[in-house]
């Protein structure tokens, strides 16, 4: 059974660093073609790619935001993590997790975490 | 960046029947290899989004067959054959051939 579930701070003033946290199960980031991406969602909008990352370590940003965007990961202990610096309001939103299988493009998804960027 | 546009923004439809949701792409979603890199979403109240259907056609694991997708290299559809109550929520098409992924502003579901 595969599950992701993120994890975050909740609320953080501008110009901090987001740090994010997508803990799994199910799948090994080990695995040939197997992937982590990260989406995310103002309240009542669509939806924004933010980064993905491979199970060879590769990594793939969104350029709208790449200068701010890390991703990493810990194999050993099945997380994704997402930092994003220098936050400001634009940056509340649902941030969410999903898994990517070949070309299975995030066909699981964690539950999302609300971030609040405020002053 | 390549732009997806979803019609309509919004559909009611009696349960039942069917319905369909058109995404249009900016540019040719289609890779070299012969697949068209664009995916749908169903975002259900409340929810995450779930996949539905990969790579145009291709339904996702435990998607029921009345879902099925289908298009062109620019041109795509979502058809939903006999919509039931479940079905209602958000529907996002996303192309995933190039850098930076982008989703469709999404079309809502309603029943009548």
């Known amino acids: 059974q595969v599950t992701l579930k993120e994890s975050g701070p909740g609320i953080l003033q501008p110009s901090q660093t987001l740090s994010l946290t997508c803990t799994f199960s199910?799948?090994?980031?080990?695995?040939?073609?197997?992937?982590v991406g990260w989406i995310r969602q103002p309240s009542g909008k669509g939806l924004e790619w933010l980064a993905n990352i491979w199970w060879d370590d590769d990594k793939y940003y969104n350029p709208s935001l790449k200068n701010r965007l890390t991703i990493s990961k810990d194999t050993s202990n099945n997380q994704a993590f997402l930092k994003i610096t220098n936050v400001d309001t634009a940056d509340t939103a649902t941030y969410y997790c999903a898994r990517i299988e070949g070309l299975q493009w995030f066909s699981y998804w964690g539950q999302g975490t609300l971030v609040t960027v405020s002053s | 960046d390549i732009v997806m546009t979803q019609a309509p923004l919004s559909v009611s439809v009696t349960p039942g029947e069917s319905a369909s949701i058109s995404c249009r792409s900016s540019?040719?979603?289609?890779?070299?290899?012969?697949?068209?890199?664009v995916y749908w979403y169903l975002q259900k109240p409340g929810k995450s989004p779930q996949l539905l259907i990969y790579?145009?056609?291709n339904l996702a694991s435990g998607v029921p067959d009345r879902f099925s997708g289908s298009g062109s290299e620019t041109d795509f559809t979502l058809k939903i054959s006999r919509v039931e109550a479940e079905d209602v929520g958000i529907y996002y098409c996303g192309q995933l051939l190039e850098n930076p992924y982008t989703f469709g502003a999404g079309t809502k579901l309603e029943l009548k």
């Open positions: 540019k040719s979603l289609l890779h070299s290899n012969g697949i068209t890199y």
């Open positions: 790579r145009m056609s």
């Open positions: 199910g799948f090994s980031l080990s695995t040939y073609g197997m992937g």
